[in-house]
């Protein structure tokens, strides 16, 4: 009897302990991200990078925001996070009329505009997740916001707030991920002194234009923004190529105008260096040569051609940048179209970003 009795207790205990582990609840995995925060850039250099609504054939540049769990998922789960940052989740159209203006959506998230809230599924046994940004280039030059070393940036930030179903938890540390999506065009500041005998500091009269182009075609273009001075920036996913720049002497009634045009790269560089404005200290590349009343060349005067300076882009860096060399006779380039208006540089922008006077005359 006692025989039996003890097999009877050496076959079921064993059963009792695999029943039991029916019960157990699923250990659930720790979610974070697996980074805080990273930058990258606005475009890659190419059209392709450009916010489809902006030029056709833009596709963007895609970013997959890596999402980790301590120990592989063991059942499907829901997670639940929201979106934030300076980057336009959509298309932001402000005034009325002639006086309106686009800024375009900066980034999709999963291939659409985002939402403040959104959710992520997790499938059985996956040990990570993505969430993909498409970042976008735009015709915008945003300068409102910087980071701590001073670059022009635009901010993504996804934050993990809850588990919506499903065996997981929020881990303690990494729920907040910050994408910094750095401003990368580049800038060009046109300024110009009529050196006569009275007041040789003295603008007077004179106005030069300024023209940027690429096979036959102008990108950007800058005419009467400032007493003595023009400013124009050139979006990063413009394409590569050879860039012709022309300075025209569109009026005045000085035989002596000595101009000089400033380049800095909030990206890129230039010539094979960094000229940044994230250090204040920072000295533009300049180039400058001089006028004579010969060089007068009004738009309504298309006679001739004058191309006198050239570089050459390639991604978001600016190589082969040459010497300004003043035609005899003429300054302007015919035969352009004009840029698009959302290119200008706003009087707002210009407040930021304009070197200061002894900024500009250093070299």
Do not use: H
């Not at 054939?57 to 997959?64: D, R, S």
């Not at 010539?271 to 001089?290: A, C, H, I, Q, W």
């Not at 738009?299 to 060399?325: C, E, F, P």
């Amino acid at each position: 009897m006692k025989r039996r009795l003890m097999w009877l207790i050496v076959f079921v205990a064993p059963l009792t302990v695999l029943l039991s582990c029916d019960d157990d609840e699923v250990p659930p995995s720790g979610v974070s991200f697996e980074l805080v925060s990273e930058d990258v850039t606005e475009s890659n250099g190419a059209l392709t990078s450009f916010n489809p609504d902006n030029v056709s054939g833009g596709v963007g540049v895609e970013k997959k925001i890596k999402i980790i769990f301590d120990r592989p998922m063991a059942e499907n789960a829901v997670i639940s996070y929201t979106v934030t940052g300076t980057a336009n989740k959509k298309n932001v159209t402000t005034g009325t009329g002639s006086s309106s203006s686009t800024s375009y959506t900066d980034f999709y998230l999963e291939g659409t505009n985002a939402k403040d809230t959104e959710t992520l599924v997790i499938n059985k046994g996956d040990s990570e997740a993505f969430i993909t940004l498409t970042i976008f280039e735009d015709f915008d030059f945003e300068v409102d916001d910087t980071d701590a070393s001073g670059n022009f940036i635009e901010t993504v930030v996804l934050t993990l707030s809850s588990v919506v179903s499903g065996p997981a938890q929020l881990g303690i540390e990494n729920l907040i991920y910050t994408l910094n999506i750095k401003e990368d065009d580049a800038v060009f500041f046109l300024q110009w002194l009529a050196l006569d005998a009275v007041d040789p500091t003295k603008a007077g009269d004179v106005d030069l234009d300024f023209i940027i182009s690429l096979d036959g075609e102008s990108v950007n273009s800058s005419d009467n923004v400032g007493n003595g001075y023009e400013a124009l920036f050139i979006p990063a996913g413009f394409p590569g190529g050879t860039y012709n720049m022309s300075y025209p002497y569109y009026s005045g009634t000085s035989n002596n105008v000595r101009f000089t045009v400033y380049m800095l790269n909030t990206a890129g560089t230039l010539n094979g260096k960094s000229y940044p404005y994230s250090d204040e200290r920072t000295v533009p590349l300049s180039f400058s040569s001089v006028y004579t009343k010969a060089n007068i060349n009004a738009y309504t005067d298309n006679s001739n051609v004058a191309t006198v300076q050239t570089m050459v882009k390639n991604g978001i860096n600016y190589t082969n940048i040459s010497s300004i060399t003043a035609p005899a006779s003429g300054s302007r380039t015919t035969s352009l179209n004009l840029p698009l208006s959302a290119m200008k540089l706003s009087k707002e922008q210009l407040k930021k970003v304009m070197p200061s006077k002894s900024e500009m005359k250093r070299k």
